[in-house]
């Protein structure tokens, strides 16, 4: 062979030879015939597309190993492709939720947001009222609720709440498993600390973005607050439904009493309807905010918050949401408050209680007399709506029912309403009419009157003749009034008016005597108060005092009046012309057996609204009664519905109290007289205080405007 490579008769070597002999195997010849020749390995020779390169089985397996080395190769290829897409995916989930984060302020600079302050409104006797802002509830902090209230929101919504660190990678697991399986569970995805975060910095969108910045937050709020802290923020922040934001305000809302007087069972009421406050409202779907509550008992037990023997017992006895009685008047009254409390305190910063001057028996009372005399007459008298004012005599608010459904009209009627109180504001023109000089015993002739195409008419379409001031107030004359009026002049009714509280703008024309000025219910009521305290004019007030949480006093009233406007000897006239209406005059009906009471019926002409007014020592009150669209009723007149309104309230309202005489007693004046029908009733029961000797108490010297008068009816 070396001869032949010497003479370069050199042969190719064949890797399928006919001897069978294989690469190797030649390899392995030519260096064992030239040793110290290097290793020489011949290419092989290309094969034909069309054939196949055929493995020989035989010499060691050689086509085995290139199989071996095509499946290591494709598992390399996958597994770095794989590192290289997941290295891609890493990045992109990266920048995605770095330009998300970025959407938030600055880490340094986060606060949490102050809960909008909540205004609490309690009665007099410090029961609550309402609850005004845009939370429904004040703040409360975990110290003062039962232990099992917080615990119950943690075993159904984070059982793991005490052990993350604001995501629960296990939680997520599980939840995820859960909705996998299709079963229903226990558990959320979120925790308690994400919620938290979503409810203070968040919207209510279902995004990735969003759930991106709330997993941020929560890790903030984690790394922030104390788990302690984060839960009483989640408690006073959570949504309830029904308007109530916190737990407090819930407990107020569904069960009318504080957080911090709830059971096992309306704990878990509460913890259970957070999940969806519309579907599971226990005052909306009892039956399902039922169920809901039963697995958060059996949550609440199984991990050992509470016993099994108090989670039977919670079972056994389950939350009950008191009904609802009433129309919810006491909104009308809340609402008021909030109307004139920036006039007291300005912007409200936080938390406040305010004190008012209601009288929760009296409100109640006032609302169910209303509502159920138009729910029995008032379809068939085409009478819709009412009002009813109470006050002390100096002023404060007792009961103010401004409609009769706040559910179905807001509008307060009481003192937002401006409607002409017809034949009830009568008494400031005799009023005027004293000051200048008449009495009750003065006469007026009642009889037809024209003035400048002006012809008022009484109700019964009857005359009586010459008459008593006295008479005429008791039946409510209405040509004696236009007679007056037009003497007094207008501008001093008006004057007159304003000066009792009436702060509408009056047309000082001569139809003002019948009352065809609009005023508000709470402005007759307290004008009429200046003839039930001895004639000091007041300012209706209804809030006391208005503390912050932390018990500092911002407003408390001062005792402060207007002073005298009306002389002791004119009041007396006008609260003995006062008493004969209610004993033997239009209100007659509703007198209050021992006490000295006063009033005064209203009807507008077309009957579109209709009042009755009147006072005793202890309460001033006012009832409206009419339509909002101003439509006519069917005859309504002060002394039917409205009369039949005050004297049940009154009655309610004085039983048991024992009487108290009118400041101003009552006039003395002669006890007989020629003229007319008769002098004025005076309360037997209470004798009048007594007068200076003088003889013109029988007889009183005719003013200088009264002279023309007797001299044409007595020939001068």
């Given at each position: 062979?070396?001869?032949?490579?010497?003479?370069?008769?050199?042969?190719?070597?064949?890797?399928?030879?006919?001897?069978?002999?294989?690469?190797?195997?030649?390899?392995?010849?030519?260096?064992?015939?030239?040793?110290?020749?290097?290793?020489?390995?011949?290419?092989?020779?290309?094969?034909?597309?069309?054939?196949?390169?055929?493995?020989?089985?035989?010499?060691?397996?050689?086509g085995g190993k290139r199989r071996g080395r095509r499946r290591r190769s494709l598992l390399g290829g996958l597994f770095y492709w794989t590192m290289v897409l997941g290295l891609w995916c890493a990045i992109g989930l990266g920048g995605f939720i770095a330009y998300h984060a970025s959407q938030l302020p600055p880490i340094d600079q986060l606060t949490v947001p102050k809960r909008p302050p909540?205004?609490?409104?309690?009665?007099?006797?410090?029961?609550?009222?309402?609850?005004?802002?845009?939370?429904?509830?004040?703040?409360?902090?975990?110290?003062?609720?039962?232990?099992?209230?917080?615990?119950?929101?943690?075993?159904?919504?984070?059982?793991?709440?005490?052990?993350?660190?604001?995501?629960?990678?296990?939680?997520?697991?599980?939840?995820?498993?859960?909705?996998?399986?299709?079963r229903g569970g226990v558990q959320g995805g979120s925790t308690l600390t994400q919620q938290l975060a979503k409810n203070l910095f968040l919207t209510q969108e279902r995004t990735a973005a969003r759930k991106i910045q709330e997993a941020i937050l929560a890790l903030w709020l984690e790394r922030t607050y104390t788990k302690d802290q984060i839960l009483e923020l989640y408690l006073n922040r959570v949504y309830f439904g029904s308007g109530a934001y916190g737990?407090?305000?819930?407990?107020?809302?569904?069960?009318?009493?504080?957080?911090?007087?709830?059971?096992?069972?309306?704990?878990?009421?509460?913890?259970?309807?957070?999940?969806?406050?519309?579907?599971?409202a226990p005052n909306r779907n009892p039956d399902l905010a039922e169920k809901r509550a039963q697995l958060v008992i059996a949550a609440m037990a199984d991990q050992g918050f509470i016993t099994q023997a108090a989670a039977k017992t919670a079972l056994t006895a389950p939350a009950e949401v008191p009904e609802r009685v009433g129309a919810g008047s006491v909104n009308y009254a809340a609402d008021y408050v909030m109307d004139v409390l920036d006039d007291f305190i300005g912007a409200v910063e936080g938390d406040v209680t305010v004190l008012t001057t209601l009288d929760t028996k009296l409100q109640s009372s006032a609302e169910t007399i209303l509502v159920d005399a138009l729910s029995a007459q008032g379809a068939k008298l085409n009478a819709s709506q009412g009002a009813v004012v109470s006050l002390a005599p100096d002023g404060a608010i007792r009961a103010l029912i401004g409609g009769r459904d706040y559910t179905?009209?807001?509008?307060?009627?009481?003192?937002?309403?401006?409607?002409?109180?017809?034949?009830?504001?009568?008494?400031?023109?005799?009023?005027?009419?004293?000051?200048?000089?008449?009495?009750?015993?003065?006469?007026?002739?009642?009889?037809?009157?024209?003035?400048?195409?002006?012809?008022?008419?009484?109700?019964?379409?009857?005359?009586?003749?010459?008459?008593?001031?006295?008479?005429?107030?008791?039946?409510?004359?209405?040509?004696?009034?236009?007679?007056?009026?037009?003497?007094?002049?207008?501008?001093?009714?008006?004057?007159?008016?304003?000066?009792?509280?009436?702060s509408s703008a009056l047309q000082p024309?001569?139809?003002?005597?019948?009352?065809?000025?609009?005023?508000?219910?709470?402005?007759?009521?307290?004008?009429?108060?200046?003839?039930?305290?001895?004639?000091?004019?007041?300012?209706?007030?209804?809030?006391?005092?208005?503390?912050?949480?932390?018990?500092?006093?911002?407003?408390?009233?001062?005792?402060?009046?207007?002073?005298?406007?009306?002389?002791?000897?004119?009041?007396?006239?006008?609260?003995?012309?006062?008493?004969?209406?209610?004993?033997?005059?239009?209100?007659s009906k509703f007198n209050i057996p021992g006490w000295q009471v006063g009033g005064k019926s209203g009807t507008t002409q077309d009957y579109g609204d209709a009042w009755f007014v009147g006072f005793t020592a202890k309460l001033v009150t006012a009832v409206w009664v009419g339509n909002d669209d101003n439509s006519k009723m069917k005859r309504v007149t002060g002394a039917g519905l409205p009369g039949e309104i005050w004297g049940k309230y009154m009655k309610a309202a004085h039983a048991g109290a024992q009487p108290i005489p009118l400041p101003g007693g009552f006039w003395q004046g002669a006890p007989k007289t020629i003229f007319g029908d008769g002098a004025p009733v005076a309360d037997a029961g209470t004798p009048a205080p007594a007068q200076p000797a003088s003889s013109d108490r029988a007889w009183v010297k005719p003013a200088p405007q009264e002279r023309n008068f007797f001299e044409r009816l007595f020939g001068g």
């Open positions: 062979m070396n001869d032949r490579i010497k003479r370069g008769e050199r042969r190719e070597p064949s890797f399928d030879d006919e001897s069978g002999a294989s690469r190797d195997d030649f390899d392995m010849r030519v260096s064992d015939d030239d040793r110290p020749l290097h290793r020489h390995r011949a290419a092989p020779r290309p094969q034909p597309r069309s054939q196949p390169v055929r493995n020989k089985r035989s010499g060691g397996g050689g909540n205004i609490a409104i309690l009665a007099a006797d410090g029961s609550l009222l309402a609850n005004r802002g845009e939370t429904g509830g004040r703040t409360i902090t975990i110290g003062e609720i039962p232990p099992y209230l917080p615990r119950a929101f943690v075993a159904i919504e984070d059982r793991r709440f005490y052990e993350h660190f604001g995501i629960d990678p296990i939680g997520i697991s599980r939840a995820l498993v859960t909705n996998l399986r299709g737990v407090e305000a819930a407990a107020q809302r569904y069960f009318n009493k504080s957080a911090r007087s709830v059971t096992i069972a309306e704990a878990a009421m509460l913890a259970g309807l957070v999940q969806a406050p519309s579907r599971l179905k009209s807001q509008f307060n009627r009481a003192t937002a309403a401006r409607r002409q109180p017809g034949s009830s504001f009568k008494p400031f023109v005799y009023l005027t009419a004293m000051e200048k000089g008449m009495t009750p015993d003065t006469i007026r002739d009642d009889s037809p009157v024209s003035i400048k195409g002006w012809e008022p008419e009484n109700y019964s379409r009857t005359f009586r003749g010459p008459v008593t001031l006295a008479t005429a107030m008791q039946h409510s004359l209405n040509t004696v009034s236009a007679r007056l009026i037009q003497e007094v002049t207008p501008k001093e009714v008006v004057r007159t008016a304003q000066r009792l509280g009436i024309n001569l139809s003002l005597a019948l009352g065809t000025s609009e005023v508000t219910p709470l402005e007759m009521t307290a004008a009429y108060a200046t003839f039930a305290n001895g004639g000091q004019s007041v300012l209706p007030y209804v809030i006391r005092e208005v503390r912050q949480t932390s018990g500092k006093v911002v407003y408390a009233r001062k005792a402060a009046g207007l002073g005298q406007v009306i002389q002791p000897q004119y009041l007396a006239m006008m609260d003995t012309m006062f008493n004969g209406v209610m004993n033997g005059g239009t209100g």
